[in-house]
């Protein structure tokens, strides 16, 4: 076998690809030409491998953190293997964030009271508004009855039928369920009409009855489909820097993925600081955010303090939007199956 033949000597041919061999390394492939079978051989390969990832990982990390866009621009710039990719750090990110909110929780627990309760609490504070439209009226009439002028009245009266509206839909959703199990063993049968699309009615109806289970697949569809993010903001970032010649969407996607996997970490430290060490200034935590987005666009596209603030209030509204849409997006698949 010529595999068996040549481990542990220098190959004439490369074992990987068969290229024939001039020096120590396959100019093809870059393979060694000399090949080892022994324990320490492989104790060897294995801590190389461990000790250069996880210099690039510390690297590319702490670059992030101080220096975000000199990483970026750095990176574009062909400084490829000295720090570890935007998409890999993205996804080692998005892990650290999976498994922190896995085993500890998010920054608050959510828990949905029973439908019959929920409801009854619900129609309880519809009551209230309803005894404070009746005194509105009440107070209407006298004012008209004096002359008075009732804008004020009238805005209150408004603004309480509409908050009023809202409470008797998600009320009226919440006993569905129940209601139709009444009416079905009666042999009636009452439809809750929403939008006036059966199948979505009934879709509202049941992630309003069971907003848990709809929490929980927008969990798992968020830690899925957290790529989107990136091909979400890559059109808007294209678009705004129309205006700077010489960036291609490739430098553009860098910027994305490394201030998402950035902001990925960042979600990672909020739930260790809220869940563990049971620290308070979570909001100042959150402030790193558009100071570590100014650095970065500062650094990346090379700004001046004036464009380089206009910019991040820029970016920083096209991320809200970005993460409102891919909210939406997570919510529709969770209602869909």
Known sequence: MQGDKMVGDEAKACLNCGTALVGHYCH???????????????????????LHIEGQVWRTMAMLVTRPGELTRRYIAGERRRFLSPLALYLFSVFLLYIAYSALGGFATFHAPGTQEAATELRAEVAKVDQRIAVIDRDRAAAVAAKRDTALLDKERAELVDQKQGM??????????????????????????ITGWKSLDAKIVHAIRDPEFLLFKMEANGYKFSWALILLSMPFMRLFFLWKRGLAMFDHAVFVTYSLSFVSLLMVVMILWTKLAHLPGLALLM???????????????????????????????????????????????????
């Open 28 to 50: 093809a492939c870059g393979q060694s030409s000399h090949i080892h079978r022994t324990l320490g051989a492989w104790w060897h390969d294995f801590s190389h491998g461990v």
């Open 168 to 193: 008797d839909f998600t009320a009226s959703a919440m006993t569905l369920g129940a209601g139709d199990e009444a009416h079905s063993s009666s042999g009636e049968h009452q439809e809750q009409v």
């Open 287 to 337: 402030l790193a955010f558009p100071v570590h987005l100014f650095l970065q666009i500062r650094g990346a596209y090379r700004l001046g303090l004036v464009s380089g603030l206009l910019m991040t209030l820029v970016v920083s509204v096209m991320a809200a939007a970005v993460l409102l849409i891919w909210i939406i997006g997570l919510l529709a698949l969770g209602m869909a199956h």
